[in-house]
């Protein structure tokens, strides 16, 4: 009989099996109103490209006028700080190469992001589950 974590889609490689998610959340510089829904598509774009180049894929994304939450799932040999950074960046410059008005209009200095973030772990089973499935592991 196949035990529940043996049927989930795992990645495998050489010396590791995970099956990570996390929820993200970015937010404008300021908090302005500056996202349109033609400037998501263009950050759900360069988010697509990013993920692909870190080998993880982007599940979800959208977002209102000042900030976007994204879902990726990602490998355990990705260091989530790095990735964010990537996702922020090449966004933001994508966004600056099409000339978004209403963009460059309401942010300065070429800032579209706070520099910081919300990181969330997401998926798989829940915290009291694993807890209790780590008590049984000798029972």
Known sequence: MARNWEQTEYRRGRTVVSNLHVHLVF??????????????????????????????????????????????????????????????????????????????????GGHLWSPSYFAVSCGGAPIEIVRQYIEDQRK
């Open 27 to 108: 937010v404008t510089k300021y908090r302005r109103d500056v996202l349109s829904e033609r400037a998501i598509e263009v950050i759900r774009d360069a988010c697509i490209g990013v993920c692909e180049d870190f080998g993880a894929k982007l599940a979800q994304l959208n977002g209102e006028d000042d900030h976007v939450h994204l879902l990726v799932e990602y490998p355990a040999t990705v260091a989530l700080s790095r990735m964010v950074n990537s996702l922020k960046g090449v966004s933001s410059r994508m966004l600056r190469a099409m000339e978004f008005p209403e963009v460059q209009r309401r942010l300065w």
